[in-house]
Nanobody, 117 residues
Framework: QVQLVESGGGLVQSGGSLRLSCVAS????????MGWYRQAPGKQRELVAN???????NYADSVKGRFTSSRGNAKNLVYLQMNSLKPEDTAVYYC???????????WGQGTQVTVSS
């Protein structure tokens, strides 16, 4: 089992920046991909960005050029640097981890990001 804990959400004005962090504990040796999803009120959860243990990244088109995902040296940390935030980025952001063979998937409890116009 893997436990994920997010931090760093909050309220920011449009154009501002926030940095989300997620730390994994438990069976971290099994993790390959870590990343971030978000869910806005009335909408489906969507992928924001993810990064593999080898450093390959994948971003949603809506955040390319504004958000950057990175892994910590210990490989059980993942960050999401969010710049040039827009009101439409307002959502609950969830940390996600997937095992090496895709057989297991884990979620954090979520952290609220609110961008005011």
């Amino acid at each position: 089992q893997v436990q994920l804990v997010e931090s760093g959400g909050g309220l920011v004005q449009s154009g501002g920046s926030l940095r989300l962090s997620c730390v994994a504990s438990g069976s971290i040796f099994s993790i390959n991909t870590m990343g971030w999803y978000r869910q806005a009120p009335g909408k489906q959860r969507e992928l924001v960005a993810n990064i593999t243990s080898s450093g390959r990244t994948n971003y949603a088109d809506s955040v390319k050029g504004r958000f950057t995902s990175s892994r910590g040296n210990a490989k059980n940390l993942v960050y999401l640097q969010m710049n040039s935030l827009k009101p439409e980025d307002t959502a609950v952001y969830y940390c996600n981890a997937v095992s090496q063979w895709g057989t297991s998937e884990y979620w954090g409890q979520g952290t609220q990001v609110t961008v005011s116009s």
